[in-house]
């Protein structure tokens, strides 16, 4: 598979073209960012770090029948993927109240919700990703009603097989955000998950101290990032 032009260059991961218009090159970087691109750095390693444990996660996820656009890693930063038409709206699942939710209703970090809570956020950096609901998703054009009911249903089963992994890792899966398109190929089809899940995207806490180990650690100065990042994939037996 040929790499081509640079499509687009998001936050930490860069798309390219390929001589084959169904698929992508998925690049990761070492660039991290927080709160919609306003604090940035680099990390030594976390493209690679990164790369691995997406690879890893989106491999389970396919091998219990979640359609992934995942298709192979193809050396240390970059992954293929199959070409997607991405919905403009991130999914996120919390099974731990923290981040963004403590503070909007005044809860605890830390409290634990009898079940999980399913958030639309609008992709929108420039707006501060506004949480949205169902309505203003469908009646704004953002997504059908069928979409938005396929991104719900496949945001939860996802959290029915990553919570368990990550216990079994000794990791709580606190929350974590999700994306989803259609594929080139069948716009009309059912919807795939995109982008990725790493330690960027999700909250994971050692379930003994409770410590971060994930991208909460560059967001609040708490260091040693990857290292966390690494340690998280040891444990889930992903191959660095
Ligand atoms: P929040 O607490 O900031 O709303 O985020 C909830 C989870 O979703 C957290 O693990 C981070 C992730 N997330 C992103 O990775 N990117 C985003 O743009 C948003 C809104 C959430
Ligand atoms: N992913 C978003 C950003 O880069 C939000 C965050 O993680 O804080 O800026």
Redesign the pocket.
């Known amino acids: 598979m040929e790499k081509r032009q640079e499509r687009y260059r998001g936050k930490a991961k860069t798309v390219y073209a390929t001589d084959d218009p169904q698929h992508l090159i998925m690049h990761y970087r070492d660039d991290v960012s927080a709160f919609?691109g306003a604090k940035l750095a680099k990390l030594d390693r976390k493209g690679e770090t990164n790369n691995r444990i997406n690879a890893y996660v989106m491999g389970k996820l396919s091998a219990a029948g979640v359609p992934t656009h995942f298709v192979r890693l193809l050396n240390e930063r970059d992954s293929l993927v199959k070409a997607m038409k991405m919905l403009p709206v991130?999914c996120?699942v919390?099974n731990v109240c923290?981040?963004?939710?403590?503070?909007r209703y005044g809860i605890e970090e830390g409290t634990r919700l009898p079940e999980p809570i399913f958030?639309f956020?609008l992709?929108n950096?420039a707006l501060h990703?506004p949480?949205v609901n169902d309505d203003h998703i469908r009646i704004l054009g953002w997504a059908n009603a069928d979409e938005i009911a396929q991104m719900k249903k496949m945001t939860h089963e996802v959290n029915a097989l990553l919570k368990p992994m990550f216990e079994t890792a000794g990791i709580v899966l606190?929350?974590?955000?999700l994306e989803f398109g259609h594929t080139l190929d069948n716009p009309q089809g059912p919807l795939v998950l995109g982008d990725e899940f790493t330690p960027?995207?999700?909250?994971l806490w050692d379930v003994k101290t409770g410590e971060k180990l994930?991208?909460?650690r560059f967001r609040r100065d708490l260091g040693d990032v990857i290292e966390h990042y690494r340690e998280v994939a040891r444990r889930i037996g992903a191959p660095l």
């Open positions: 919609d991130e996120v919390r923290a981040g963004s939710m403590a503070k958030e956020f992709k950096d990703d949480l606190v929350d974590y955000k960027d995207g999700c909250r994930d991208k909460d």
